[in-house]
C-alpha cells in the first residue's frame, strides 16, 4: 500500500484516498460544514440558498421539458400543448418552470433588497455585488427567451418588441437587429436560436452562481448589524445550524409554490399566450412578465426611441456602479436613520414601476412612471451619495455578540439565543 | 551588445506570435458570427405579387412580403388632398407625399411600427386611425397620417415604403 505516506485526516479510507489526490472533501468541509455565519443573520440570509435550489428546479424541469418540445414555428405551439395533455405529469412540469420562472424572481428581488438594504454590496464585497448583478442580467436574458418558446401571441410580440429595441442604436442597429433574428422579422431562425439560447444560458447562470458564492465565503456573510465577525463569539457554523434554518425556508416556500403550481397555476401568466403566434395581428396590449415590468415602464416613460432604450439598459446598468455610488461607511440601514427611508421608498417605487409597467402607458399611469423613473435614477444618482455625506449614523454596537446584549433593536432572534455559546 | 539584439529578437517574436494568434482568433470567429445572418433561402424569399383589381376605394388589404405585413390601400381623394397639404415643418420625418407613392391614389407601406415593430391599427373599416386619419400603433401610441409618416408619439421615422412596382394596372409586385 502506498497510502503509508499519505496523510490521515478523516477515518473513511477511500475519503482520504480522494482527499490526497483532490482536496474537494476538505472544500466542502470549509464552504459549507464549518463555514462561520454571523449569529444574528435573520430569514433574510435564506433567500440565497432558496435562489440556489430554484436555479436547480428549473434546470431539471427545464431539460424534461426540452424532450418533448419542438423549437419549429409551426410546431412549437403544439407541442406545448401536447406536453399539457398528452404527456405524462408533463403539465406538472410546464408549471413548475413556468411558475418557478416567476418565483425565482421574486427570491431574487429578495435577496436583492436583503443585499441594499443591509449594504452587503459595500466594501470588501463590491465584485460579489458585480457577479449578482450579472446573474440577474442573464435571468433577465434566460426568462425572455423561455417566453418565446411557447409561440403564444406574447411569445411572439414579446421577442418582437424586445429584439426591436436594439435597432434604436444608432447605424448598425438595424443591422444588429437582422444578425440577432437570423431573418427580417421573428421567425423560425429566431426561435431555433433562441431555444439554444435558452438551454445554455442557465448553465452559464449556475457557473456565475458558484463565483458569488465563493466570492462571499471570502470575507464571509455580511449580516443586519453590517458590522465585521470580531470572534468565534459572533458565529455559528455553516452546519448544523444554518443548513436546518434554510431548510425550514425551503419548506415554507415549498409550500407557497405548490399552492401557485396546483391551484392557480395561471395566476402569473398571461392570457394572450394561450393563442397561437400571428405575425400579422398585435395583440391591443403587449404586457411584459410582471418580473421584468419596471424596465419595461422606464422604457414606455420616455418619448423618444433611443433615449428609452438607454434609460431602460441605464437603469440595470447604474446597479453595478451602486457600491461607489454610496458613500456612507455604515453597512445596515438599520443604523441609517435617513437613508433607511429612501431605501423604502425606492422599494415601494421599484414596485410601483411594475404595476403601471403593465398598464397602458397613457394619462395618470404615463404621469406615475415618470414621476417613478425620475426617483429611480435620482435615488442612486443623488440620494445615494449626498445621504451619506449629510447622514449621521446610530452608533454601532461593538461586535455581533453585544447586539444581544446591548438589547439591539434588529435583533431578530431572543437573547437566549446567546446560550448556544 | 549580443544581449541587447537577443533581446530585440525576443520582443519581435513575441509580438508577432501575439498577432498572428489574435488575427487566427478572429478569423475562426468570424464564419460563427456570420452564421446567424439571414440564410439564403430566407433572402431569397424575397417577392410577392398581389392583385388589387379588387379594392374599391377606401379600402385597404394586408399582404405579407418577406414575413412582414404590407398595408396595400386605395386611398379617397380627401386622404390624398389631405396627405399633400401638409406642412413639412409640422412633420416628424419630413418627405412629400409624392416621394412615397407611385401612384396618388395607392398607398403602399411596410406596416410595422417604427418603434418597436407592432402592426398599427387602421387596416380594417371598423379600426382606430388615430388622430391623423391613417394608422395608430396600440403598442405605444404612434399616430401616422394618411400617407404612413409619424405625426405623433415615440416612434421615430414614417412608416416604411417598401420597393414595389406596378406590372400592369392592377398588378403590384413587391419586393
Same mark, same amino acid.
Given at each position: ?20 489526490r ?21 430569514y ?16 431539471v ?8 418540445? &419542438?423549437?419549429? &414555428? ?7 400543448e401536447?406536453?399539457m395533455?398528452?404527456?405524462n ?15 425565482f ?5 429578495i ?19 458585480i ?28 421577442a ?26 421573428v ?5 431555433n436560436?433562441?431555444f ?18 465563493a ?6 456573510s ?21 443548513l ?6 425551503v419548506?415554507?416556500?415549498?409550500v407557497l ?17 394561450y393563442?397561437?403566434a400571428?405575425?400579422?395581428?398585435t ?13 419595461y415602464?422606464i ?13 431602460m439598459?441605464?437603469a ?7 457600491p ?5 461607511k455604515v ?13 423604502m421608498?425606492?422599494?415601494?417605487n ?25 426617483y ?7 440620494? &445615494? ?9 446610530? &452608533? ?11 438589547g ?14 | 551588445?549580443?544581449?541587447? #539584439? ?10 508577432s ?17 456570420? #452564421? ?9 424569399l424575397?417577392?410577392?405579387e ?9 379600402? #385597404? ?54 418603434h418597436?415593430?407592432c402592426?398599427?391599427l ?13 394608422w ?5 401610441? #404612434?399616430?401616422y397620417?394618411?400617407s404612413?409618416r409619424?405625426?405623433k ?18 398588378i403590384?409586385?413587391?419586393?
Amino acid at each position: 500500500m502506498s497510502g503509508n505516506s499519505e496523510p490521515r485526516k478523516y477515518k473513511n479510507p477511500v475519503l482520504n484516498w480522494i482527499e490526497f489526490r483532490l482536496p474537494i472533501i476538505s472544500y466542502f468541509e470549509k464552504e459549507y460544514g464549518d463555514y462561520p455565519m454571523p449569529k444574528n443573520c435573520n430569514y433574510f440570509w435564506s433567500f440565497g440558498a432558496l435562489a440556489t435550489i430554484t436555479l436547480v428546479t428549473m434546470i431539471v424541469s427545464g431539460i424534461f421539458l426540452a424532450m418533448n418540445y &419542438t423549437p419549429h &414555428t409551426e410546431m412549437a405551439f403544439d407541442s406545448v400543448e401536447r406536453i399539457m395533455r398528452d404527456v405524462n405529469y408533463g403539465w406538472l412540469l410546464r408549471y413548475i418552470h413556468s411558475n418557478g420562472a416567476a418565483f425565482f424572481f421574486i427570491i431574487v428581488y429578495i435577496h436583492i433588497v436583503r443585499g441594499m438594504y443591509y449594504g452587503s454590496y459595500k466594501y470588501p464585497r463590491e465584485l460579489n455585488w458585480i457577479l449578482g448583478v450579472f446573474i440577474y442580467l442573464l435571468m433577465m436574458a434566460t426568462s425572455f427567451l423561455g417566453y418565446t418558446l411557447p409561440w403564444g401571441q406574447m411569445s411572439y410580440w414579446g421577442a418582437t418588441v424586445i429584439t426591436n429595441l436594439f435597432s434604436a442604436i444608432p447605424f448598425i442597429g438595424e443591422g444588429l437587429k437582422t444578425w440577432l433574428l437570423g431573418d427580417y422579422t421573428v421567425g423560425n431562425a429566431t426561435l431555433n436560436r433562441f431555444f439554444a439560447l435558452h438551454y445554455v444560458l442557465p448553465f452559464v447562470i449556475f457557473g456565475v452562481v458558484g463565483l458569488h458564492v465563493a466570492a462571499v465565503h471570502v470575507h464571509g456573510s455580511n449580516n443586519p448589524a453590517g458590522i465585521d465577525i470580531r470572534s468565534k463569539n459572533d458565529t455559528v457554523n455553516f452546519f448544523p445550524y444554518m443548513l436546518i434554518k434554510d431548510t425550514i425556508a425551503v419548506c415554507v416556500f415549498g409550500v407557497l409554490i405548490s399552492a401557485v403550481i396546483f391551484f392557480g397555476p395561471n395566476l402569473m401568466a398571461e392570457v394572450d399566450n394561450y393563442i397561437p403566434a400571428d405575425p400579422l395581428v398585435t395583440p391591443a396590449h403587449i404586457v411584459p412578465n410582471w418580473y421584468l415590468a419596471p424596465f419595461y415602464a422606464i422604457l414606455r416613460a420616455v418619448p423618444d426611441k433611443l433615449g428609452g432604450v438607454a434609460l431602460m439598459f441605464g437603469a440595470i446598468a447604474i446597479l453595478f456602479v451602486l457600491p461607489w455610488l454610496d458613500t456612507s461607511k455604515v453597512r445596515s440601514c438599520n443604523f441609517r436613520p435617513m437613508y433607511k427611508w429612501f431605501m423604502m421608498l425606492f422599494f415601494v417605487n421599484f414596485f410601483v414601476l411594475g404595476y403601471v409597467g403593465m398598464l397602458p402607458a397613457e394619462g395618470l399611469y404615463l404621469l406615475i412612471a415618470r414621476v417613478g423613473l425620475v426617483y429611480y435614477f435620482g435615488f442612486f444618482l443623488i440620494i &445615494t451619495p449626498f445621504v451619506g455625506w449629510i447622514e449621521k449614523p446610530k &452608533t454601532l454596537p461593538a461586535s455581533i455578540s453585544d447586539v444581544y446584549l446591548g438589547g439591539g433593536k434588529e435583533s431578530p432572534l431572543p437573547a437566549s439565543q446567546n446560550e448556544i455559546h | 551588445m549580443a544581449e541587447n #539584439s537577443n533581446n530585440k529578437r525576443r520582443d519581435f517574436l513575441q509580438l508577432s506570435t501575439v498577432t498572428i494568434g489574435a488575427v487566427g482568433t478572429a478569423a475562426f470567429i468570424w464564419p460563427f458570427l456570420k #452564421s446567424m445572418n439571414p440564410a439564403e433561402d430566407t433572402i431569397a424569399l424575397g417577392t410577392t405579387e398581389v392583385d388589387v383589381s379588387q379594392i374599391e376605394e377606401g379600402q #385597404s388589404i394586408t399582404v405579407k412580403w418577406r414575413g412582414k405585413p404590407v398595408f396595400i390601400r386605395k386611398r379617397t381623394k380627401d386622404e390624398i388632398d389631405e396627405a399633400k397639404t401638409v406642412n413639412m415643418s409640422d412633420l416628424k420625418d419630413p418627405e412629400e407625399d409624392v416621394d412615397r407613392v407611385k401612384k396618388d391614389e395607392w398607398l403602399v407601406l411596410v406596416g410595422v411600427c417604427t418603434h418597436l415593430g407592432c402592426v398599427p391599427l387602421g387596416q380594417k373599416l371598423t379600426d382606430s386611425k388615430g388622430e391623423y386619419n391613417g394608422w395608430y400603433c396600440p403598442c405605444h401610441g #404612434s399616430h401616422y397620417d394618411t400617407s404612413g409618416r409619424i405625426r405623433k408619439g415615440p416612434a421615430p421615422e414614417n412608416l416604411a415604403v417598401p420597393p414595389y412596382s406596378f406590372l400592369n394596372d392592377t398588378i403590384i409586385k413587391i419586393g
